[in-house]
């Protein structure tokens, strides 16, 4: 039959569907056949002949139909996986029910009525192999039976993996047969490296995105602060009742870190052949983040007190989470470590000639699988910062940040982004591999510097606060925070980096900044604290920093006169008025970027984004810990802390001011980014708006930690004076040399204990993830555009 055949008699049979009143048997096997028997319809044909209107029309006006529908194309697939579809027509068939299921189950998952149909039990609908009645009837919810029987299909010979047949004869018995030995990539627990077929990976991709579907019923409820809400069907396919678990887990982890897109290193290859592999990492990688969302299925409980037990128990066990927790190996690791940065760089490789490698677009999602692994696996964590490979993933987010930061479509990467380098800047280890020569030169629009991975750290980061869009000033306590989290361990900053830093103080600590919300003087707060971490523990090799200072000592005279009577507030908020930018951009000496580099632009008119809900304040995404004598950390109990110094009428209105739900009632409120600015932008002109007093600023002013500084400054300053008027310099370098052989050992006050702020997960994160997760997968998907013009409630879909 021709395809043109083909497509008409589909589309007839989805016709007579949509017009049937009465309902169809299900035994009426003609009419049913129609939609996978003999047809060759693509994914794409699928949808293009399916609309969505007339899918809503069947379930609104003939829902027995479409129950009818759901219910014989998930037999087909139950079939499928028993018999192991031996012949080409059986598996054709798999394949077409596949897209169809694809193609309805967001309509099913979009009506609150329908969503719990796949969770029924069907009337004569046994549990595959019927001689295994371990249940009371035997039957199995449809959507068990559709999750059980992708998973077998997954590892199915000839059909998704390699037949491992010896002679003509003998058969593989999908009942029997050990899919631990059918693993698709080498990698992870298993040396064995299968040739590549395209039609496996083609048909495992198929499958995938039919499993990508079932999870997705996820994208269809609105965000929700109950922890104990586990998606049904991750538990139930992530559970000990799969059989395939395993095997399935470490093929989709080792077809992604295998990957490499660059082929063969042959020069537009990817123009020549087309890339099955490519589509099949894109939807194992999907999978596995949506997969890991749940944390071990552990709620998280208030604990009772004889719950030891009770705690292992409550809810089931994620074994996708709990594999990825439990791999230990260093060839593991470092075989993971490597896949990732392999595929993190890609999208940097500038080659001479264009388009002659192929560039990926899956980084988002590899930048949730690196944070899983980290969150989930501390070994794994402890082995990335183990040796300086860690840089080989911090040079690609600095350069994605940098590349995103004035484009509003991409906010959730900025943040995924600067989520796993605060993780990281928890750990020492971290802020020791900064120290590491910069040499490699992506060409990023950036100032060129001469220095160390930490000076493109600041350097980036500079750029982000003082040309990026609006959207990111929730992110800059975070910015800062990894800054002060890296500082006592930084041996050298560049004469580049030195001067960002100090313009970043000289523009936060402007009179109208400090006064202009509730939260800007943290910012002062942090950079303080970072330059007294340099100059207590690594004066030495900082006479950059320090020559930076003497520089600008006039800013830090003002911060410890700061005006605090309520006409200069008055002035400095009248300021505001006239010049609303929100950081000075002028007064930093910009210098020329990088060869090469293309500057950061703002979305294409068009372009599409998902929502996401505001993140959690700094106070409640980070936990102090102190670090004792011999380098070990010690959590420090939670007290205000001295940058949180709001007075009872801050509180009120406090929380709109960094768009973050750190306030006290909206504890388990989860707002929009767009409902935060709208809440900011009511509050100004309600009540509750605040305003800065005398006894506010204050409250904070006589704890900024000035000390050291002054101390410094009162040294230091009179003896370069001295040298200038001595030697008649106007010579940096002279300085330098001086200020590099000073030594201010017993001059400063006792060295502080270092404090670092460490990630801690909490509902507000949790939830955040999610809805970034899913709005990634939502826009990535788009031929075919599987949830497109659905009914999503996690997140809503803009256009900018």
């Known amino acids: 039959?021709?395809?043109?055949?083909?497509?008409?008699?589909?589309?007839?049979?989805?016709?007579?569907?949509?017009?049937?009143?009465?309902?169809?048997?299900?035994?009426?096997?003609?009419?049913?056949?129609?939609?996978?028997?003999?047809?060759?319809?693509?994914?794409?044909?699928?949808?293009?002949?399916?609309?969505?209107?007339?899918?809503?029309?069947?379930?609104?006006?003939?829902?027995?139909?479409?129950?009818?529908?759901?219910?014989?194309?998930?037999?087909?697939?139950?079939?499928?996986?028993?018999?192991?579809?031996?012949?080409?027509?059986?598996?054709?068939?798999?394949?077409?029910?596949?897209?169809i299921l694809t193609r309805i189950l967001p309509y099913i998952f979009e009506d609150q009525d329908w969503r719990g149909f796949f969770w029924s039990t069907v009337p004569g609908a046994g549990r595959a192999g019927t001689d295994e009645i371990d249940d009371d009837d035997g039957a199995r919810p449809l959507a068990e039976s559709l999750l059980l029987a992708i998973a077998d299909l997954l590892f199915c010979p000839d059909f998704t993996v390699h037949?491992?047949?010896?002679?003509?004869?003998?058969?593989?018995?999908?009942?029997?047969?050990?899919?631990?030995?059918?693993?698709?990539?080498?990698?992870?627990?298993?040396?064995?490296?299968?040739?590549?077929?395209?039609?496996?990976?083609?048909?495992?991709?198929?499958?995938?995105?039919?499993?990508?579907?079932c999870f997705s019923e996820a994208m269809y409820l609105p965000p929700s602060s109950d922890h104990n809400v586990l998606n049904p069907w991750v538990t139930f396919f992530c559970s000990t009742e799969n059989r395939h678990a395993l095997p399935l887990f470490t093929s989709l982890l080792n077809v992604v870190c295998a990957y490499d897109p660059v082929g063969y290193g042959i020069p537009y290859n990817h123009l020549?052949?087309?890339?099955?592999?490519e589509q099949l990492v894109e939807q194992a990688v999907q999978i596995l983040i949506v997969t890991l969302e749940h944390d071990g299925g552990i709620p998280h409980r208030p604990a009772s007190p004889c719950c030891i037990e009770e705690q292992e128990s409550a809810g089931p066990e994620n074994l996708f989470a709990n594999y990825l927790s439990r791999i230990h190996r260093e060839e593991d690791f470092d075989f993971v470590l490597k896949g990732l940065a392999r595929l993190l760089t890609n999208p940097l490789t500038q080659t001479y000639l264009p388009n002659s490698t192929k560039k990926i677009q899956f980084h988002q999602e590899m930048l949730v699988l690196f944070w899983k692994l980290c969150d989930f696996n501390k070994k794994f964590l402890f082995f990335v910062l183990k040796s300086s490979d860690v840089l080989d993933i911090l040079v690609p987010i600095l350069y994605y940040l940098n590349d995103a930061r004035a484009d509003q479509s991409r906010v959730g990467l900025m943040h995924i982004g600067v989520f796993i380098l605060l993780l990281l800047s928890g750990e020492r280890n971290f802020g020791v591999r900064l120290n590491k020569p910069y040499s490699v030169h992506v060409p990023m629009d950036i100032p060129v510097f001469t220095g160390t991975h930490a000076d493109l750290l600041i350097v980036v980061f500079h750029k982000i606060i003082t040309t990026g869009h609006q959207r990111l000033q929730p992110l800059f306590d975070c910015l800062l925070t990894i800054i002060v989290n890296v500082s006592p361990y930084l041996k050298s900053l560049s004469m580049v980096a030195a001067n960002k830093l100090l313009h970043l103080l000289e523009a936060f600590s402007t009179n109208w900044f400090l006064f202009s919300a509730a939260q800007n003087h943290h910012l002062v707060f942090f950079l303080l604290e970072a330059f007294n971490n340099i100059i207590q523990y690594q004066f030495d090799g900082n006479c950059n920093l320090v020559y930076a200072i003497i520089r600008k000592r006039n800013v830090f005279h003002q911060l410890a006169n700061l005006p605090s009577d309520p006409s200069s507030i008055q002035k400095a908020l009248q300021r505001k008025k006239k010049s609303p930018d929100v950081i000075s951009r002028t007064s930093s000496q910009e210098t020329v970027s990088m060869e090469g580099s293309h500057p950061a632009v703002p979305a294409e008119p068009g372009t599409l984004k998902a929502s996401l809900v505001a993140i959690p304040g700094i106070d409640k995404l980070t936990e102090k810990s102190q670090v004792s004598e011999d380098g070990t950390m010690v959590s420090v109990p939670k007290t205000n802390s001295p940058h949180v110094v709001l007075s009872d009428q801050s509180a009120v209105a406090g929380t709109s001011d960094t768009e973050s739900n750190s306030g006290r009632d909206n504890e388990d409120v989860f707002y929009t980014e767009a409902e935060m600015e709208r809440r900011r932008l009511s509050s100004v002109s309600s009540t509750s708006y605040w305003a800065p007093t005398p006894e506010w600023v204050l409250s904070w002013k006589c704890k900024l930690p000035l000390q050291t500084i002054m101390r410094l400054l009162q040294v230091l300053v009179p003896q370069v004076e001295k040298i200038c008027i001595d030697k008649g310099l106007t010579d940096e370098s002279e300085i330098l040399k001086f200020l590099q052989h000073g030594t201010l050992v017993g001059l400063l006050p006792v060295p502080h204990p270092i404090l670092i702020r460490k990630y801690q997960a909490n509902a507000g994160t949790a939830m955040w993830f999610r809805t970034y997760m899913w709005g990634v997968v939502y826009l990535r998907n788009v031929d075919p555009p599987i949830w497109y013009d659905t009914d999503v409630r996690l997140f809503e879909i803009q256009r900018m």
């Open 272 to 277: 020549l052949f087309s890339d099955y592999r």
């Open 163 to 213: 037949s491992h047949k010896r002679g003509p004869d003998s058969v593989e018995s999908m009942q029997s047969l050990d899919s631990c030995e059918y693993i698709w990539e080498s990698g992870v627990g298993f040396a064995h490296s299968p040739p590549l077929n395209y039609i496996h990976d083609l048909n495992r991709a198929e499958l995938l995105r039919l499993l990508l579907t």
């Open 1 to 99: 039959m021709g395809s043109t055949d083909s497509k008409l008699n589909f589309r007839k049979a989805v016709i007579q569907l949509t017009t049937k009143t009465q309902p169809v048997e299900s035994t009426d096997d003609a009419f049913w056949d129609q939609f996978w028997a003999d047809t060759t319809t693509t994914v794409q044909d699928v949808f293009a002949l399916v609309p969505a209107a007339e899918i809503r029309a069947v379930r609104e006006e003939s829902p027995s139909n479409l129950a009818t529908l759901c219910y014989k194309a998930v037999e087909k697939l139950v079939q499928g996986a028993e018999s192991g579809c031996p012949t080409e027509r059986e598996k054709l068939v798999i394949l077409n029910c596949a897209r």
